[in-house]
């Protein structure tokens, strides 16, 4: 791939905005080295509104600081555009620090910074600040800790068509991105590359080579590639707003400075692993009103979902039941303005905190022929925990075998620590053989559940002194069941309010389901046996068509035979 691909000279609109102030009517040009032999020196001497004009050549300097000073930094060009100035600190300091409430006034350009050592933000650490940094290269750059190549804390900075290559840093080797959001926003990076950047640490405390964000912050992307980054390539919150990539391979075969892997997305559809290898690369880069689509296997990983209207989507057998298992941990979260739609993920054997394989939070994701089986919550729920504000569906799902370690084996619905609680539907769904101290299928509290058409039976709770609702427990919220069969829960059935709709069913003991008892007397003998005779051959939903093939034929009658006395 041609990660130095040419870049147009840059044109710095807001130079030519304080030029035109009075405030800087009297603004200079410094030149450096023929009026100071230093950029420091140029930087020193200049007034808010000058320009450092750098000739070509290498500076070897370290710890350059605007001050907070509205000035542009710029050098010289090569016929390609490229930086014709380089800014070595031979790994004597940090290159450049912008820590002084510097703006967008503050504009660096056509520099390639390297030889950088600190502890955090080995090129240029940008704190407190929101400087404009243009077609400018950190390579060669290292922090013992944060950000090889960049390290910014509380800031907006615009970085436009910089190159990052070849940082290293325990976390973030390219460019490391912490702390709140300055005036509620976040970097941008505009038709920048990261590339071939390292983390040190391989990913142990979640940390990314290309881009590791953390704290309050995030990124935005425009026509940016992150790409052969080790250990991954972007950890944190991070938009996609348009035509970004980040992908573990940089193979350009074309040229056309976009990875070949990025380019094959116009139908909105991306597929994994075809296109791309982990499920969390393809939701990175997906649009919003794109989907995923995962291709039938299994895949020791989990995802995170935060801000997108996206779907998640898994191939599914020809029966219709998923095919494909995830064993690894979901979440989903602020995303309460967005669509979110999850369908046909088989969970199995997942372990989590709050929600065995799934946290939901602040989002209302559609969930639809879902099967959770055997995760594990080490405290909420079993299969998912929905906390705070979440209004969400889920649709014709299964939870067998899931297990709680503190509270509800399958589902945990609860306002957790805020003040306004989920509000919860379920069509079509079965819970069966779930088990936790408290609630052995479902715990709600302070929140709302709507129940329609569901099957509740075989669940436990194993505290037997403190638990409370074998099946649901539900203090303090609104529960709403309608056609729904709530039976065999140990070693009740519901503890707390709920309103009957209508259509339900409540027991200790299920009834026994006997297909094969035609007529419903309990007992399987010669009457179901002429009863069948008597409906022999095509039959549209008759009783007597037991496996529900559209015919009564010998298959019917075997089952008859084979269930032959007392059902």
Sequence with gaps: MNIFR??????????????????????????????????QGAIDAS???????????????????????????????????????????????????????????????????????SQNGGGMAIIAASPIVENCTFTNNAATIEGGGVYTASSAATFISCRII????????????????????????????????TGQDGGEFGGAGGIDISGNSGALLTTTTVCGNWPSQIEGPWQNMGGSCAQGDCVDSDGDGLPDICESDEDGILHVPSEYGAIQDAIDYALNGETVLIQAGTYSEGFVIEAKSITISGETNTDGTPAVTINGYASVFNSLTQSIVIENLHFFECLGYLGGAMAVANANP???????????????????????????????????????????????????????????????CVLEGNAAPTAGAIYIEESSLTLVDCEITGNVFTDLKNGMGGGIDAPASILNLTDTTVCGNTPNQINGEWTDLGGNTIADVCAVVCPADINGDGSVNVSDILLMISAWGPCDGCAEDIDGSGEVNVTDLLTVIGAWGDC
């Excluded at 009517?25 to 450096?32: D, E, K, P, R």
């Design 47 to 117: 007034s808010n509104g000058d320009t450092i004009a750098i000739a070509a050549g290498t500076y070897y300097e370290f710890n350059i600081n605007p001050n907070g000073k509205a000035i542009t930094i710029y050098g010289d060009t090569d016929v390609y555009g490229m930086p014709a100035v380089t800014i070595d600190a031979q790994q004597q300091g940090r290159v450049v620090e912008c820590s002084a409430q510097e703006t967008s006034s503050t504009v660096f350009a056509n520099l390639v910074i390297t030889g950088g050592n």
């Design 166 to 197: 070849g940082n290293t840093a325990t976390r973030g080797g390219g460019l490391k991105i912490t702390g709140s959001k300055l005036g509620g926003n976040d970097p941008t990076l505009i038709d920048c590359i990261i590339a071939q950047n």
């Design 6 to 39: 040419n870049i147009p000279a840059f044109l710095i609109a807001n130079t030519i905005g304080l030029l035109a102030s009075s405030s800087y009517l009297c603004a200079a040009t410094i030149n450096v080295p023929a009026d100071f032999a230093t950029i």
């Design 366 to 428: 559609a969930i639809n022929n879902c099967v959770f089986t055997n995760n594990v919550g080490y405290y909420y729920g079993g299969a998912i925990a929905f906390v705070y504000e979440c209004n969400s569906t889920l649709t014709n799902c299964t939870f067998i075998g899931n297990q709680g370690g503190y509270s509800a084996g399958a589902l945990y619905i609860s306002t957790y620590v805020g003040d306004v609680g989920p509000n919860i539907t379920m069509v079509g």
